[in-house]
């Protein structure tokens, strides 16, 4: 099941009242959370978000970024919040990529907090790659015309460094891809696939009522936009790379 709240702030990340997380429960200082709708499938945002050597061709926030230490253990070890029966073949694939992230990997990224300022480095370790199953995906009913939603996949990873007191930190992403009847944009008379994202980060400890807000919103929202517009634009060089091809055929 998701663990996304239903309320999050469209679009613009904002500081919320903290939303739990995998690895610390309930509680903690503040969350800074976003969704947004992204035209192209769950696996296609997934891949982007997995990919960290690829962060700079779309990621202003965290533009460098790298695994640092391997998982010791399978790359895929089962998750206690996931409720599939086991890890889907297409995330124990992308779990494999190197350079990808992976549970039980240590990742480090380099945060620029404000366009053009100084990169902050912080290591983290990436707690969970699932795949989970969404509301209403076995109802074939599209009345509200928000979609039918088919899958979901999570992802989320913890600060790692500081003793809890000090400083905790843990974000989690999900995507839930949701099939439309309405052929109005991509799909033809398959319907339009989209990915309803969500993605929260909840800070807790001592340190964690000093943090620039603002400035992690900034941050939270570029991120959005950015896989946004990656994935997006992908999509589109798909299409036509497909209508091409059909000319060429006939």
Same mark, same amino acid.
């Given at each position: 099941? &998701?663990? *996304? +709240?239903?309320?999050? %702030?469209?679009? !613009? @990340?904002?500081?919320?009242? =903290?939303?739990?997380?995998?690895?610390?429960?309930?509680?903690?200082?503040?969350?800074?959370?976003?969704?947004?709708?992204?035209?192209?499938?769950?696996?296609?945002?997934?891949?982007?978000?997995?990919?960290?050597?690829?962060?700079?061709?779309?990621?202003?926030?965290?533009?460098?970024?790298?695994?640092?230490?391997?998982?010791?253990?399978?790359?895929?070890?089962?998750?206690?919040? &996931?409720? *599939? +029966?086991?890890?889907? %073949?297409?995330? !124990? @694939?992308?779990?494999?990529? =190197?350079?990808?992230?992976?549970?039980?990997?240590?990742?480090?990224?380099?945060?620029?907090?404000?366009?053009?300022?100084?990169?902050?480095?912080?290591?983290?370790?990436?707690?969970?790659?699932?795949?989970?199953?969404?509301?209403?995906?076995?109802?074939?009913?599209?009345?509200?015309?928000?979609?039918?939603?088919?899958?979901?996949?999570?992802?989320?990873?913890?600060?790692?460094?500081?003793?809890?007191?000090?400083?905790?930190?843990?974000?989690?992403?999900?995507?839930?891809?949701?099939?439309?009847?309405?052929?109005?944009?991509?799909?033809?008379?398959?319907?339009?696939?989209?990915?309803?994202?969500?993605?929260?980060?909840?800070?807790?400890?001592?340190?964690?009522?000093?943090?620039?807000?603002?400035?992690?919103?900034?941050?939270?929202?570029?991120?959005?936009?950015?896989?946004?517009?990656?994935?997006?634009?992908?999509?589109?060089?798909?299409?036509?790379?497909?209508?091409?091809?059909?000319?060429?055929?006939?």
């Amino acid at each position: 099941m &998701s663990l *996304a +709240p239903p309320d999050l %702030p469209r679009d !613009a @990340a904002k500081c919320v009242p =903290p939303i739990p997380v995998p690895a610390y429960g309930g509680g903690g200082a503040f969350s800074v959370a976003c969704a947004a709708v992204i035209a192209g499938p769950a696996l296609a945002c997934l891949e982007k978000v997995l990919d960290l050597p690829g962060y700079g061709a779309w990621n202003t926030f965290v533009p460098t970024a790298s695994v640092v230490a391997a998982a010791s253990a399978s790359p895929l070890p089962p998750s206690p919040s &996931s409720d *599939a +029966p086991a890890p889907p %073949p297409e995330l !124990a @694939a992308l779990a494999a990529r =190197p350079g990808y992230a992976a549970p039980g990997a240590r990742i480090r990224f380099a945060a620029v907090m404000v366009p053009g300022g100084a990169p902050r480095s912080v290591d983290l370790v990436v707690t969970a790659l699932e795949a989970f199953t969404p509301p209403n995906s076995n109802n074939d009913d599209d009345d509200d015309g928000g979609g039918v939603a088919t899958v979901g996949y999570r992802v989320a990873w913890k600060a790692v460094g500081l003793p809890r007191f000090v400083l905790r930190s843990e974000r989690v992403q999900e995507f839930v891809e949701r099939r439309r009847r309405s052929a109005d944009r991509r799909g033809g008379g398959g319907g339009v696939v989209e990915t309803h994202y969500a993605t929260w980060e909840t800070f807790g400890g001592a340190v964690a009522y000093v943090l620039p807000g603002a400035q992690l919103e900034g941050g939270f929202s570029r991120w959005v936009d950015g896989l946004r517009k990656v994935v997006e634009e992908g999509e589109g060089e798909g299409e036509g790379k497909e209508e091409d091809e059909e000319g060429a055929a006939r």
